[in-house]
């Protein structure tokens, strides 16, 4: 079966940095996507990556590891906004979206 | 960026009525619509994809005659939660993509959320 797999919360200090892992099992790969969800929102784009290597994008970073099915997102000099949900989404061989569950994050001052 | 409504944003209805749901790309052609459920603490469960001028392709364990979706036009497609029960009470988000070259540029609506009392 499919299945990605990520912690279910994490806590953090304001102005600290955080790493997020995923990783994934899935029929084939066409990318992985971080989204960021607040709640009672809909997901924001965060990243996409399809090769491997980190992808960085201001405060947030996305890394991706495609042999060990992998993939983690860098949040620096956190901010209280950036308390949400953050999940990992994989695109598999038939372009369908796969989730994870995502990971609440915590920002404590 | 692309834009994509939702209408409503919160319904409140009772068990046994039908709650239609309206997903729209404002500035953009969607050729396909995803519609997804989220239970609380949950993460995103596709329902369907929706395609323009098509049936609709319902994932297994959800009952197409349950939720009927319509993508009439390439601008708006629709979503019927019929006969609605406390546990059909969910946050209802639908996505858009102008084509199948664009998968991997999903433009989120902001989400309904449904209550069935």
């Known amino acids: 079966g499919q299945n990605i797999d990520q912690p279910t919360e994490m806590t953090a200090t304001e102005g600290a940095i955080v790493q997020i892992n995923c990783t994934y099992q899935t029929s084939g790969f066409n990318g992985l996507f971080w989204y960021q969800q607040h709640a009672g929102e809909a997901p924001t784009f965060l990243s996409y990556?399809?090769l491997d290597g980190l992808e960085e994008k201001g405060r947030f970073s996305s890394f991706l590891s495609r042999s060990k099915g992998y993939s983690y997102l860098l949040l620096k000099e956190l901010q209280m906004k950036d308390s949400a949900s953050y999940l990992c989404a994989v695109l598999d061989s038939n372009y369908q979206l796969i989730w994870g569950a995502g990971t609440k994050l915590i920002i404590k001052p | 960026g692309a834009v994509v409504s939702q209408h409503p944003s919160r319904v409140i209805c009772k068990s046994g009525t039908s709650v239609k749901i309206e997903c729209r790309s404002l500035d953009f052609q969607a050729t396909t619509m995803f519609w997804y459920r989220q239970f609380p603490k949950q993460s995103l469960m596709l329902m369907a994809t929706s395609n323009e001028g098509s049936k609709a392709t319902y994932e297994q364990g959800v009952e197409k005659d349950k939720f009927l979706i319509n993508h009439a036009s390439l601008t708006l497609s629709t979503l019927t939660v019929t006969s609605a029960h406390p546990e059909d009470s969910s946050f209802y988000i639908c996505?858009?993509?102008?084509?199948?070259?664009?998968?991997?540029?999903?433009?989120f609506g902001p989400g309904t959320r449904l209550t069935v009392l």
């Open positions: 990556n399809v």
């Open positions: 996505s858009a993509i102008t084509g199948l070259a664009d998968l991997h540029t999903q433009y």
